[in-house]
């Protein structure tokens, strides 16, 4: 079992969806591409008529670089970043690889991006066209607060991009209310999907404007939009199938279980009996329970002689997968919340790491 921010375990029924070969110019591949676009659209509580859903071949870096790449104009565009961990940090190295002029509002990873800070640094930057923050900050499983800072950028008529990479189906976002113009997000995070494709859901007024802009052929999201959209769902290039055929099936899944709302619930129980049983056993979260997200815990090293490769191999081979660290100041590890994961699950898990610290601590 995969206890890690994705690829994550996902169902059975999921998996075997992948047993069977379709051509991609066949009406019902398209057919079904135009039914996940349209499902990814209601999950993000985005109407049709102002949003399309974009889907991109890659992880979800390729689809967060697409956004950048061709959201942003060539000329006269400055982009702004609030940057409170790796993924914020991964927005710049793409903008400096694709020469987009930034402003970059560095926060410590361990406190969220926070709107007055981000005001201020508007004010001083009256060139800003576009923004970016990162919603779950996987880094350390912080979630940062876009009911607050989005729809006040969008007042100031900048257009903004929200990674949700890692809170996407599993934490409930109003797209359309927060006048957001790009959401972007993979299909093997809460969707419970495999890895193989990330998703953008673009305000189409927005992306309309974006022709022209793209720094790569293969990354132009006006393009692949456009094809989506005038050819009833056919991909540009060769998609990969059977991971869509899963993802479909994942989507299934998450209506029949209830939702977004429903899952979300089941994260956030699991997320809480973990860090208090983990408290318990004398680990300590990095991240305050007020901001903590559902999705993934950080946990400090309890003491200094803490071997995490130890406690990751006895998980290992009882039959669990954790993930490192990514804080940069403090030794940290990490364990998912989400993918086909339930409370007893997270009970044993638990029963393990009290047999091991009694061993080794
Ligand atoms: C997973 C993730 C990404 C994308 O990572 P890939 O390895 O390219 O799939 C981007 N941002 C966040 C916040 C993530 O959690």
Redesign the pocket.
């Known amino acids: 079992m995969l206890l890690t921010?994705?690829p994550l375990t996902t169902s059975e029924t999921v998996k075997s969806q992948m047993l069977v070969d379709h051509g991609t110019w066949d009406d019902e591949y398209k057919r079904d591409t135009q039914a996940v676009r349209a499902e990814l659209l209601k999950l993000a509580n985005a109407p049709q008529e102002d949003y399309a859903a974009v889907l991109m071949q890659g992880?979800?870096?390729?689809a967060?670089e697409s956004t950048l790449g061709t959201a942003v104009p060539k000329k006269n565009a400055v982009l702004m970043i609030a940057i409170n961990g790796a993924?914020g940090q991964?927005m710049a190295q793409i903008a400096d690889y694709l020469d987009i002029r930034h402003v970059d509002v560095a926060f410590a990873e361990d406190e969220i991006t926070d709107w007055s800070r981000i005001q201020s640094e508007l004010t001083a930057h009256p060139e800003v066209t576009h923004f970016a923050v990162?919603h779950?900050?996987?880094t350390t499983g912080i979630l940062n607060p876009i009911e607050t800072i989005i729809p006040k950028v969008h007042a100031m008529g900048i257009t903004t991009i929200v990674?949700a990479?890692?809170s996407f189906g599993g934490v409930p976002i109003n797209t359309a209310d927060l006048g957001l113009d790009y959401l972007i997000s993979?299909s093997?995070?809460c969707v419970q999907g495999v890895?193989g494709f990330g998703l953008v859901i673009a305000k189409r007024t927005t992306i309309d404007q974006t022709k022209g802009n793209a720094r790569s052929l293969a990354l132009d999201l006006y393009d692949q939009y456009r094809t989506f959209e005038e050819h009833d769902g056919k991909w540009r290039f060769t998609s990969p199938t059977h991971v869509v055929y899963a993802f479909l099936q994942a989507l299934r899944e998450l209506n029949a279980a209830g939702g977004v709302t429903a899952r979300n619930r089941r994260y956030a129980e699991n997320e809480a009996k973990l860090r208090e049983g983990m408290a318990k056993l004398g680990y300590e979260p990095v991240i305050k329970a007020d901001v903590q997200s559902p999705i993934i815990t950080s946990f400090k090293y309890p003491s200094q002689q803490f071997d995490f490769q130890a406690l990751y191999e006895y998980l290992k081979k009882n039959g669990f997968i954790i993930y490192p660290g990514k804080v940069s100041n403090i030794d940290s590890f990490r364990i998912g919340n989400i993918g086909q994961v339930f409370a007893p699950d997270i009970d044993q898990l638990l029963e393990l790491i009290k047999q091991y610290s009694v061993v080794e601590v």
Do not use: A, Q
Request: charged share 20%; proline share 10%; aromatic share 10%.
């Open positions: 921010p994705g992880s979800g870096t390729f967060v993924y991964r990162v779950c900050e996987t990674d990479m890692s993979s093997n995070k890895p």
